[in-house]
C-alpha cells in the first residue's frame, strides 16, 4: 500500500482538527494522523498514470494538452446546424437558430469572425501554426484593451499576422500581407503601428537571409545561387550596405547578382514580382553591391549580357 504524509493548513480534520494526514494513493482516502479519522471529501491528490518505479514519478508529470488560443477561440459557442425545409422539426430548428443568434455575445461573434478571417490569410501566406497563434494572442489583447474600435476586424488580424510573423522571423512582406487580406496599405501601416505602440511590442527586422531563402525557393533556383546570395548578403552586413534598406530589396538585389554569376536566366521583373517591389529598388541595390562591394567577375559577367 502506497501511502504519503500530507501537511494541509487549509484543511482540517473534523473530529480533532489536526492538519496532517495521510494519503492512500491505492484507496484515494486521507486518513488524519492523530485520530484515524478518515475524510469524506478528499482532493484528488493522485496521477492520471501509472507509475512503476521512482524513475517514472520523477520523470512523469501530471499536465494537460498545451493550451492553443485557437482551441479556445473556437470552443466558445456552438451553432445549430441547418434543417432543409420540409424536414421534421423544421420550424423549431428555425427558431432555434434565430434565438442563438440573437443571445451571442458581440465578443463571441467578433472573436469568430476574427479567427475565421485569421485562418484563410494563414492559409493564403501558408504560416506555421505557431504564428497563427500569435496572431490570435496578439488580437484577444487588442480586444481587452479596447484597441479594436473603429477599426475593421479584417484591418486588426492583418496587422497581427504581420507582427506575429515579425516576432517569428517569418519572411513576408508588408506587400504580401496586404493581397491576402485586401487592405490598403496606409490602413494597415497605421494600424500595425498603433497596435505595436499600444501593446509595448519591441520589433527587431528580419534576418535578409530569410528573405533569400523564401524568393530563391519561389524562383526554383539551385543551391549554388541561394550560397552566393547569402554570402554575398553577408559581405554586404560587414560593409554596412544594409543598414536603412529594406530587407526584400538587399536579398532580391542578391538573388540578382548570383543568377548573373552562375549564368542563371532569372530577370530582374521575375525577381521583383516574388520579391514584392520594383525593378528599380533592384538596380538601387545592386548598384551599391558592385560599388561597394568590388564584385569584379559579376561586373563584368553584367557588362557582357544585355539585360535579359
Known sequence: MVQKL????????????????????????LICTKCGYVMEEVPYLGKEYRTINNEDVERRSRTGSAIKFSNMASSLSTEIGRVESGE????????????????????????????????????????????????????????????????????????????????????????????????????????????????????TPIEVTEYVHRFSSLLNLPPEVITTSVEIVEKAKEADITAGRGPAGVAAAAIYLACVKHGIQKTQKDIAEVAGITEVTIRNRYKEMLEKLKLKDIEAKLNSVEEW
Open 6 to 29: 500530507i501537511k494541509k493548513e487549509e484543511l482540517k480534520c473534523p473530529v480533532c482538527g489536526g492538519t496532517e494526514f495521510v494519503y492512500n494513493e491505492k484507496t484515494a482516502e
Open 88 to 203: 421534421e422539426d423544421y420550424s423549431l430548428t428555425r427558431k432555434l437558430k434565430k434565438w442563438q443568434q440573437r443571445s451571442t455575445s458581440s465578443y463571441e461573434r467578433n472573436l469568430k469572425l476574427a479567427q475565421q478571417e485569421l485562418k484563410r490569410i494563414s492559409s493564403f501566406l501558408q504560416l506555421p501554426k505557431q504564428v497563427e497563434e500569435t496572431a490570435l494572442k496578439l488580437y484577444l489583447e487588442a480586444v481587452e484593451k479596447g484597441l479594436i474600435r473603429g477599426r475593421s476586424v479584417e484591418n486588426v488580424v492583418a496587422s497581427c499576422v504581420y507582427i506575429a510573423c515579425r516576432i517569428h522571423d517569418v519572411a513576408r512582406t508588408i506587400d504580401e500581407i496586404i493581397k491576402a487580406s485586401n487592405i490598403h496599405k496606409k490602413e494597415l501601416g497605421r494600424t500595425y503601428k498603433h497596435l505595436l505602440q499600444a501593446l509595448k511590442i519591441k520589433i
